[in-house]
C-alpha cells in the first residue's frame, strides 16, 4: 500500500543534541512538508518541498533544517538552536502544482520529547 | 493572506446527536476544501473534500458543501458515535496548488 512513513514515533532527546526525523513517502508525490503540533493545538508549516533539490520555509523555520536529494525523502533535523522543540512533528506529501485540487497525505507523526 | 476559522472547541454531544462544525475561509479565486480528521497520537486523515463551487463531500456519514456565495464548508453528521470522539480540522488548498491552510481545529467529544 502507498504511504507516508515517519520514523521514529517516540523520540527523546537532551537539551543541545541535534535530532533528525525520517520521512519516506512511496505516493510519487512532488511536494513534501513538515508540520509541528503543540499540544491542543493545530498545524504549524516548518518547511516544504515542491521538488527534488528545493525547499523553502514556512512559518517556523527558526532551530530547523531539512534536504531534498531525493523524490521519496525528506527529513528534518531539528537542532540544538530550536528552543523549545518538545512537539508532535507530522510530515505530509500532495500532488503538485499537476494537480492542484489534490489532498495533503499524513504521516503518523514523530512525538520528540526533550529531556 | 488566506485563511481558515472553524467554531471552537470543545463540543461535547450525546451518542446519535446531530453535528455541526462550522467552517468559513478567506481566499482568492477557487480553492479547494477539505475536513480532516486526528484521533489521539496520530496523523491527519482525509475525511472529506470538495473541489468546487456547489460540490458536496461526504464519508462515513459526514458531509460538507463548498458554498462560494458564503464562503463557508460546514461538516455534518446527522448521528454521531462515540467513535466519532477526534479533532476536526477544516483547511484549503489554495488557488495555485502550492500552499495549504489549517484551521485551529474543534475537539469533539461523543458521550454513550
Known amino acids: 500500500d502507498g504511504g507516508i512513513t515517519q520514523s521514529p514515533k517516540y523520540l527523546f532527546r537532551k537539551e543541545g543534541q541535534n535530532v533528525t526525523l525520517s520521512c519516506e513517502q512511496n505516493?510519487?508525490?512532488?511536494?513534501m512538508y513538515w508540520y509541528r503540533q503543540d499540544p491542543g493545538q493545530g498545524l504549524r508549516l516548518i518547511y516544504y518541498?515542491?521538488?527534488?533539490?528545493?525547499?523553502q520555509k514556512g512559518d517556523i523555520a527558526e532551530g530547523y533544517s531539512v534536504s531534498r536529494e531525493k523524490k521519496e525523502s525528506f527529513p528534518l533535523t531539528v537542532t540544538s538552536a530550536q528552543k523549545n522543540p518538545t512537539a508532535f512533528y507530522l510530515c505530509?506529501?500532495?500532488?503538485?502544482?499537476?494537480?492542484?485540487?489534490?489532498?495533503?497525505?499524513f504521516g503518523e507523526g514523530s512525538r520528540l520529547t526533550v529531556l | 493572506g488566506d485563511s481558515v476559522t472553524q467554531m471552537e472547541g470543545p463540543v461535547t454531544l450525546s451518542e446519535e446527536a446531530f453535528l455541526t462544525i462550522n467552517c468559513t475561509y478567506t481566499?482568492?479565486?477557487?480553492?479547494?476544501l477539505f475536513w480532516y480528521v486526528q484521533y489521539p497520537g496520530e496523523g491527519l486523515q482525509l475525511l472529506l473534500k470538495?473541489?468546487?463551487?456547489?460540490d458536496k463531500g461526504s464519508n462515513k456519514g459526514f458531509e460538507a458543501t463548498y458554498r462560494k456565495e458564503t464562503t463557508s464548508f460546514h461538516l455534518e453528521k446527522g448521528s454521531v458515535q462515540v467513535s466519532d470522539s477526534a479533532v476536526y480540522f477544516c483547511?484549503?488548498?489554495?488557488?495555485?496548488?502550492?500552499?495549504?491552510?489549517f484551521g485551529p481545529g474543534t475537539r469533539l467529544s461523543v458521550l454513550p
Open positions: 470538495a473541489t468546487k463551487a456547489d
Open positions: 518541498s515542491q521538488i527534488v533539490n528545493d525547499f
Open positions: 505516493l510519487n508525490h512532488d511536494a
Open positions: 483547511a484549503l488548498r489554495d488557488n495555485y496548488g502550492q500552499n495549504f491552510v
Open positions: 505530509a506529501s500532495s500532488t503538485g502544482t499537476l494537480k492542484i485540487t489534490g489532498e495533503l497525505f
Open positions: 481566499a482568492t479565486g477557487y480553492p479547494s
